[in-house]
């Protein structure tokens, strides 16, 4: 929808309810990444330091992985449901020519005051979370293995934490710069990085595009898996060539 935007000038549906599901969908998509990836650096620890108290008993594997699941996604898409789609205190006004229409009016409302808390909630304290989980990890399993003599087999869980990790590094790669200059935009300085907004914005949607590259070079059984899947399409393919062009 964004490419269509930057590619014909305008918006390709001229509707108000198109630009109003427009911003939920994306908003909601971004937030509910960050807020699950959020979640996964905590649960990290569960995994690697608690799996014997709490991933192997059923009703703490519901409270510690299924139900934060849930409400990562629950909570998330009906706040922004509210507030973008029918929103209680204010009504909407799209503009076709902007990238989004423009924003949804509770952004506006208040001073300002629901954008800063939704930016706060939904983008800050999740990087912040990210990041900080991150660094623990890292810190905890090296104090565990010189101070405790390795009680955590760090063989078994190096593989788990390079892949956090390395997943973890793509939200913050392209989130980082974006968050950090609206901060001093909203703090210190209104007009920092002002004309590289939009720009900055667009490089969000680089996450969904190399998340699944670099999920599949953490995981090599299931790239094998898929190549050895391509490599008997490929010869099936070529056996029924093989027999169509004997026949005739």
Not at 52 to 81: D, E, G, S
Not at 128 to 155: C, E, G, P
Not at 167 to 189: D, K
Not at 218 to 223: G, S
Request: net charge positive.
């Amino acid at each position: 929808m964004s490419m269509s935007y930057f590619y014909q000038g305008k918006i390709w549906v001229e509707k108000d309810s198109y630009c109003a599901w427009w911003n939920w969908y994306e908003t909601s998509l971004n937030t509910v990444g960050l807020s699950l990836m959020a979640w996964a650096s905590i649960e990290r620890h569960f995994f690697i330091f608690h799996s014997q108290t709490i991933m192997r008993v059923r009703w703490k594997m519901w409270m510690a992985h299924y139900i934060p699941i849930f409400l990562c996604f629950a909570w998330t898409l009906t706040f922004h449901f509210v507030f973008i789609v029918i929103p209680p205190n204010c009504v909407n006004t799209w503009y076709f020519t902007v990238n989004k229409c423009g924003a949804p009016c509770f952004y506006f409302g208040n001073n300002g005051y629901y954008a800063m808390t939704e930016f706060i909630v939904y983008v800050v304290c999740p990087l912040a979370v990210i990041t900080f989980a991150n660094i623990y990890l890292i810190i905890r399993v090296i104090y565990q293995k010189i101070i405790h003599h390795q009680v955590v087999n760090w063989r078994r869980h190096r593989k788990m934490t390079f892949q956090l990790w390395l997943i973890s590094s793509v939200y913050l790669a392209f989130w980082l710069p974006n968050t950090l200059a609206a901060i001093i935009r909203l703090t210190i300085m209104p007009t920092f990085f002002i004309n590289e907004a939009d720009t900055m914005a667009f490089i969000i949607y680089f996450i969904p595009l190399l998340l699944p590259i670099v999920c599949l070079n953490t995981y090599p059984e299931l790239l094998k898996k898929i190549n050895e899947i391509i490599r008997r399409r490929i010869a099936r393919n070529r056996i029924g060539v093989s027999t169509v062009r004997t026949v005739h």
